[in-house]
């Protein structure tokens, strides 16, 4: 769990998740984007809440992760967000794909990295 190289991942991660959530709040970085994939953006905003609160859950996943507080907790709050990244950019904007794997793939490293936390979730 503390190796060099799971603290490196999990910084990396925190990182990307703190940068694309601030940037859901005050976009600095410009995306160009489809058609498809800028009005499902737009239609998540217009909830008036759902984008925002997707922002505010990668920004405290991101910065739990740098801080390495509640490293688990952050990790399974991530998993169903980071497969939506997933296949928002597979099926809308296959431009941002590479990320999207990216964060998946160290998501699922992380879980197993620090799957002795959750093994007693799987025990009755």
Do not use: D
């Not at 940068?19 to 498809?36: D, H, R, S």
Request: net charge positive; hydrophobic share 60%; with cysteine.
């Amino acid at each position: 769990m503390n190796s060099t190289f799971t603290n490196i991942l999990r910084i990396l991660l925190g990182l990307c998740l703190l940068v694309f959530g601030l940037n859901k709040f005050i976009g600095f970085i410009p995306i160009e984007m489809p058609t498809a994939a800028a009005n499902f953006l737009e239609s998540l905003k217009n909830t008036g809440y759902v984008f925002y609160l997707v922002a505010i859950i990668e920004i405290l996943v991101g910065v739990l992760l740098i801080f390495k507080k509640w490293v688990p907790f952050a990790l399974i709050i991530l998993a169903p967000i980071s497969i939506n990244i997933l296949l928002f950019h597979l099926f809308l904007n296959i431009s941002g794909s590479l990320i999207a794997i990216l964060i998946v793939i160290c998501n699922i490293i992380l879980i197993y990295k620090y799957w002795k936390a959750y093994r007693p979730l799987f025990q009755y």
